[in-house]
């Protein structure tokens, strides 16, 4: 039994460069609530966090930024040589995640709740989870996700990895291990396995159509077995400028969600979407010429709100493509207003329009709920 009552928790862990937050996407597509305790770590110490003022007075002003802010990539070079340092970080934050993770848990509406943390046998979360899963890669696999996605040279990523314990200390622990080496699809068929072997005879919601000729637009979201359909219509949507395959939409589903518009069963729109550290970000939006654009954009973003309230986010954020800016003024009727990424004003925020603000778009800010975790208290 999970340390909370009503809950089955997944605890998800493995080594640097491994797949976690993959297989953590997965399981949201089969119904489970994902929490990335790591990225609530990073909330912690941010400034207006809990965990500034500690952490700051702990190892000096010369941790912060010319924005005050605590410069991360320096506090990791500097804890990740020396074990004293890291030990002491850890008293700070692991707290505070800890009481995130609570407050988070306990709201969801979700009955299946999946932790990833990089620590989570070593801070001892493992213990309150009712199932541990292992993700497991080749180390050079490991080197070329860290140098593709984190931007990392092949002796640092190396560096980083022989840092950690050995992957088979976590193996030998687990109850789930998923192989991450490969395709999208073999991950997604061990997850699935993996899933169903826990919930015997659960299934993934139906997908609602509406009755032919009815007329009515029906927003709801895709699964992996749509991917071809997804991709055929990214393809005649963009008039042929983006050209994706069946096997490129898998691999998206790593990463994001989608949502398909249908009118009498014909998909005619799509949005991209996808939450981390509470924060929605709708990053794809590809709507037919036979449809309203307001209308047809306001159904799935009222969708992606519906979805993201439920997942306790913070803040919708949508990216528009320049040649959409005319339809700007539009949306403010829903709630929604251009804004820059500086003028969030939160550190997570921020960082989650970087990471997801394509080139050549608009970004629009709307507000979904004024309480946040890891606020003072």
């Not at 008293?91 to 979700?110: E, F, M, T, W």
Request: proline residues 4%.
């Amino acid at each position: 039994m999970s340390a909370w009552s009503g809950k089955f928790v997944i605890g998800l862990t493995g080594n640097i460069g491994t797949g976690k937050s993959v297989v953590r996407k997965m399981l949201e597509h089969l119904g489970a609530y994902g929490i990335d305790a790591d990225a609530l770590a990073n909330r912690a110490i941010a400034k207006g966090s809990p965990g500034y003022q500690p952490v700051a007075d702990l190892f000096g002003r010369w941790i912060l930024d010319s924005d005050d802010q605590i410069d991360r990539a320096k506090l990791g070079r500097l804890v990740f040589s020396n074990p004293d340092a890291l030990e002491s970080l850890e008293k700070v934050i692991h707290p505070l995640v800890g009481q995130a993770l609570d407050i988070l848990i306990r709201r969801s509406r979700q009955e299946v709740v999946v932790i990833e943390a990089i620590k989570l046998i070593e801070a001892g979360l493992a213990k309150k989870c009712d199932s541990l899963w292992v993700t497991y890669a080749q180390q050079e696999q490991q080197i070329a996700r860290l140098i593709q996605k984190r931007g990392m040279t092949e002796a640092n990523a190396i560096q980083r990895i022989h840092a950690q314990p050995p992957q088979e200390d976590k193996v030998i622990a687990a109850d789930v291990v998923i192989r991450n080496d490969h395709s999208f699809e073999e991950t997604w068929t061990q997850v699935v396995a993996a899933w169903n072997n826990l919930f015997p005879g659960t299934e993934v919601e139906p997908i609602e159509e509406t009755e032919p000729g009815s007329g009515e637009i029906v927003v709801h979201r895709a699964r992996p077995r749509e991917a071809e359909a997804i991709a055929g219509l990214i393809t005649k949507l963009s008039g042929g400028v983006r050209k994706v395959t069946r096997q490129d939409i898998m691999a998206a589903f790593g990463e994001k969600a989608f949502l398909l518009l249908k009118v009498n069963g014909r998909p005619l729109g799509l949005a991209g979407w996808k939450v981390e550290n509470l924060v929605a970000c709708t990053d794809e939006v590809f709507i037919d010429k036979s449809l309203g654009f307001f209308e047809a954009l306001g159904a799935m973003l009222s969708e992606v709100e519906r979805a993201s309230r439920e997942l306790q986010c913070e803040i919708s954020l949508l990216f528009l493509p320049i040649d959409y800016v005319n339809q700007e003024t539009s949306l403010h009727a829903l709630g929604y207003k251009r804004r820059t990424i500086q003028s969030l004003g939160v550190r997570a925020w921020e960082e989650a329009a970087q990471e997801s603000m394509p080139a050549r778009s608009i970004m629009l800010f709307k507000q979904l709920r004024r309480d946040r975790v890891l606020r003072p208290v």
